[in-house]
């Protein structure tokens, strides 16, 4: 990028552009873990992303009137047509959109990316937009793993990225009531500190953190690891400002309300298809005083499934809550590689007895809440067969909390494929649900010989149920964007033939749409499709993401 738009966006943290984080962060798998995959017989295939300048982009389709208009809304310096901006815009970050950009594929890449500084530049570009008929894909932080990214359009129509980087400003805090006003660009790290000045917090760390954005947060209903205390960030909205092809909508404006259906839950989880959020007035709370990491061995993941489920149901979720299943706690993945951290994460090895399933627990709060939570949380544990691990476990695991991501990059560099995908379901379904992915993944992949090691953890807790996060390593074989399409389908399948939801916080994007009618049936995807037509009549914004 150039000019302002390069001061913001570039410096030590910004990610290379093939995969995640800063250049500095990236490691060569540890010793311990190549052994490991040797041991699980997963093949070693060393591959490096190609140079920038051997990437293939599409030509640029905006005719150059077009591009002088958008100059004119956002400032020549915030119009972006070179290579490395439409590169660095191109899809999301799953393992398949890596792969592509690895190989040099950036054939779904916007015309130009477009940054607007505020509220009524976006209402004027999307204007523009319509009239046009050049479509438009809001851009947050790029994170997306499920396609939100990549619109379906016609060839000859133009793309602009609208990147939100721009709206970056925290707004009025509101201490009385525990409430401020984001804007939608903030990334996690920005809005974490502008919120401490104030002695306040979020508490919405997902693993995306370093990169994802407010806006992003609330267009997917993302949920971070801390949701146990601090809810989902959908929990977390109070109100948004929504910048429409037909207008400013403005939604919620008192802590509940009998005033007809929330419209704020029709913009949560609208990924881009409906309108730009372009503030978020979020609750916040008071950075907490004390923080408790603590690692558990329970003696199995049904065992352990049991336990979560009686802390919920006696309303002692922990703030963050993860039991990994023998597999993952095998694995050594409950606890990914971080620099500086003790070279002991992938210590297990493959062949050893399983050692019960590994469960991390934390707390977060002022000091005598946190305490007596955590003996609480301790003496349900204890009573069900759980038993205590070493001290380091727990602050372990939150040290490489953000680490997952960068073990992938390392992966792809031996030639392995790693990806995950999620879901939730209620408590009685819940076990069904986890041997039916489980199995479908694990079938689908080992039907092509890629042997494939399959691991989960359960997190997210809630009374009636809770998520099943799941993670696959396998050999990458002669097509391995295809084989992980066809198991993601039959995981998919399994997920609606389960009762489980398609996404409990991945968002649905293009490549679990095949299965929303199945959840919210064909009404529900009529509804969705009449406030498209209501909100976006030319049906510019983010084609054929969240509906066709
Ligand atoms: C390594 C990794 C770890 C992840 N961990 C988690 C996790 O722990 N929890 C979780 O919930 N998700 C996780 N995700 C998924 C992803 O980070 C989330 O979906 C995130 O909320 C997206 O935010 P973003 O700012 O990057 O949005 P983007 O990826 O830029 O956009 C996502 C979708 O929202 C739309 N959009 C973005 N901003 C706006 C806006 N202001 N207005 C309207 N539409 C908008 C886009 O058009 C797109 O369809 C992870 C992803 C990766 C790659």
């Given at each position: 990028?150039?000019?302002?738009?390069?001061?913001?966006?570039?410096?030590?943290t910004?990610?290379?552009?093939?995969?995640?984080?800063?250049?500095?962060?990236?490691?060569?798998?540890?010793?311990?873990?190549?052994?490991?995959?040797?041991?699980?017989?997963?093949p070693?295939?060393?591959?490096?992303?190609?140079?920038?300048?051997?990437?293939?982009?599409?030509?640029?389709?905006?005719?150059?009137?077009?591009?002088d208009?958008?100059?004119?809304?956002v400032?020549s310096?915030?119009?972006?047509?070179?290579d490395?901006?439409?590169?660095?815009?191109?899809?999301?970050?799953?393992?398949?959109?890596?792969?592509?950009?690895?190989?040099g594929?950036?054939?779904?890449?916007?015309?130009?990316?477009?940054?607007?500084?505020?509220?009524?530049?976006?209402?004027?570009?999307?204007?523009?937009?319509?009239?046009?008929?050049?479509?438009v894909?809001?851009f947050?932080?790029?994170?997306?793993v499920?396609?939100?990214?990549?619109?379906?359009?016609?060839?000859?129509?133009?793309?602009?990225?609208?990147?939100?980087?721009?709206?970056?400003?925290?707004g009025?805090?509101?201490?009385?009531?525990?409430?401020?006003?984001?804007?939608?660009?903030?990334?996690?790290?920005?809005?974490?500190?502008?919120?401490?000045?104030?002695?306040?917090t979020?508490?919405?760390?997902?693993?995306?953190?370093?990169?994802?954005?407010?806006?992003?947060?609330?267009?997917?209903?993302?949920?971070?690891?801390?949701?146990?205390?601090?809810?989902?960030?959908?929990?977390?909205?109070v109100?948004?400002?929504?910048?429409?092809?037909?207008?400013?909508?403005?939604?919620?404006r008192?802590?509940?309300s009998?005033?007809?259906?929330?419209?704020?839950?029709?913009?949560?989880?609208?990924?881009?298809?409906?309108?730009?959020i372009?503030?978020?007035?979020?609750r916040?709370?008071?950075?907490?005083?004390?923080?408790i990491?603590?690692?558990?061995?329970?003696?199995?993941?049904?065992?352990?499934?049991r336990?979560?489920r009686?802390?919920?149901?006696?309303?002692?979720r922990?703030t963050?809550?993860?039991?990994?299943?023998?597999?993952?706690?095998?694995?050594?993945?409950?606890?990914p590689?971080?620099?500086?951290?003790?070279?002991?994460?992938?210590?297990?090895?493959?062949?050893?007895?399983?050692?019960?399933?590994?469960?991390?627990?934390?707390?977060?709060?002022?000091?005598?809440?946190?305490?007596?939570?955590?003996?609480?949380?301790?003496?349900?544990?204890?009573?069900?067969?759980?038993?205590r691990?070493?001290?380091?476990?727990?602050?372990?695991?939150?040290?490489?909390?953000?680490?997952?991501?960068?073990?992938?990059?390392?992966?792809?560099?031996?030639?392995?494929?790693?990806?995950?995908?999620?879901?939730?379901?209620f408590?009685?379904t819940?076990?069904?649900?986890?041997?039916?992915?489980?199995?479908a993944?694990?079938?689908?992949?080992?039907?092509?010989?890629?042997s494939?090691?399959?691991?989960?953890?359960?997190?997210?807790?809630?009374?009636?149920?809770?998520s099943?996060y799941?993670?696959?390593?396998?050999?990458?074989?002669e097509?391995?964007?295809?084989?992980?399409?066809?198991?993601?389908?039959?995981?998919?399948d399994?997920?609606?033939?389960?009762?489980?939801?398609?996404?409990?916080?991945?968002?649905?994007?293009?490549?679990?749409?095949?299965?929303?009618g199945?959840?919210?049936?064909?009404?529900?995807?009529?509804?969705?499709?009449?406030?498209?037509?209501?909100?976006d009549?030319?049906?510019?914004?983010?084609?054929?993401?969240?509906i066709?």
């Amino acid at each position: 990028m150039t000019s302002t738009d390069e001061v913001r966006r570039a410096g030590p943290t910004e990610p290379v552009w093939w995969g995640w984080g800063p250049a500095s962060e990236h490691e060569p798998l540890p010793d311990e873990a190549r052994g490991l995959l040797a041991r699980l017989g997963i093949p070693v295939r060393p591959t490096a992303p190609v140079p920038l300048a051997q990437v293939r982009l599409p030509p640029a389709r905006l005719p150059a009137a077009a591009r002088d208009a958008l100059a004119a809304i956002v400032g020549s310096g915030h119009v972006h047509t070179h290579d490395e901006a439409r590169i660095r815009h191109c899809r999301g970050r799953s393992t398949t959109d890596l792969l592509r950009l690895r190989a040099g594929d950036a054939s779904a890449a916007p015309d130009a990316v477009v940054l607007p500084a505020d509220h009524d530049e976006v209402l004027a570009v999307l204007r523009l937009a319509s009239r046009e008929r050049i479509a438009v894909v809001p851009f947050g932080g790029g994170t997306s793993v499920v396609g939100g990214l990549e619109p379906a359009r016609p060839a000859e129509q133009p793309v602009v990225a609208l990147d939100l980087a721009r709206l970056d400003v925290l707004g009025r805090v509101d201490r009385e009531s525990g409430t401020a006003e984001l804007g939608a660009g903030l990334r996690g790290p920005r809005a974490a500190a502008l919120l401490a000045e104030h002695g306040l917090t979020l508490g919405h760390i997902p693993q995306s953190w370093e990169y994802a954005t407010i806006g992003g947060f609330a267009a997917t209903r993302s949920s971070g690891q801390a949701s146990g205390g601090y809810g989902r960030f959908d929990d977390l909205v109070v109100g948004l400002r929504v910048a429409t092809p037909v207008g400013s909508w403005e939604l919620g404006r008192a802590p509940a309300s009998a005033a007809g259906p929330d419209l704020r839950e029709l913009m949560l989880g609208s990924e881009g298809a409906f309108g730009v959020i372009t503030q978020v007035v979020a609750r916040v709370r008071p950075l907490p005083a004390r923080q408790i990491f603590e690692g558990w061995s329970v003696p199995d993941f049904a065992t352990g499934t049991r336990l979560l489920r009686t802390l919920a149901a006696a309303d002692l979720r922990p703030t963050v809550c993860r039991l990994s299943d023998e597999t993952e706690t095998l694995g050594g993945l409950a606890r990914p590689p971080h620099p500086g951290g003790p070279a002991a994460e992938t210590k297990t090895a493959p062949d050893a007895a399983p050692d019960g399933c590994h469960l991390v627990t934390g707390y977060e709060g002022a000091e005598s809440t946190v305490e007596r939570r955590a003996a609480e949380v301790a003496g349900v544990l204890l009573a069900g067969g759980a038993r205590r691990l070493d001290a380091a476990a727990g602050p372990d695991w939150e040290r490489g909390r953000f680490r997952a991501p960068y073990l992938r990059d390392a992966l792809l560099d031996l030639g392995i494929f790693a990806e995950t995908l999620e879901t939730a379901g209620f408590w009685a379904t819940l076990p069904a649900l986890y041997v039916g992915v489980r199995d479908a993944l694990a079938g689908s992949l080992g039907a092509v010989g890629l042997s494939p090691v399959v691991m989960c953890h359960i997190s997210h807790l809630y009374e009636t149920g809770a998520s099943l996060y799941f993670t696959v390593v396998c050999a990458q074989g002669e097509d391995p964007i295809g084989s992980w399409r066809a198991a993601k389908a039959a995981a998919g399948d399994a997920i609606v033939a389960a009762g489980g939801t398609i996404t409990h916080h991945h968002a649905v994007g293009t490549e679990h749409r095949p299965w929303l009618g199945a959840e919210i049936g064909d009404l529900g995807v009529d509804v969705l499709h009449a406030v498209k037509r209501t909100l976006d009549p030319a049906g510019i914004l983010n084609p054929g993401i969240l509906i066709g």
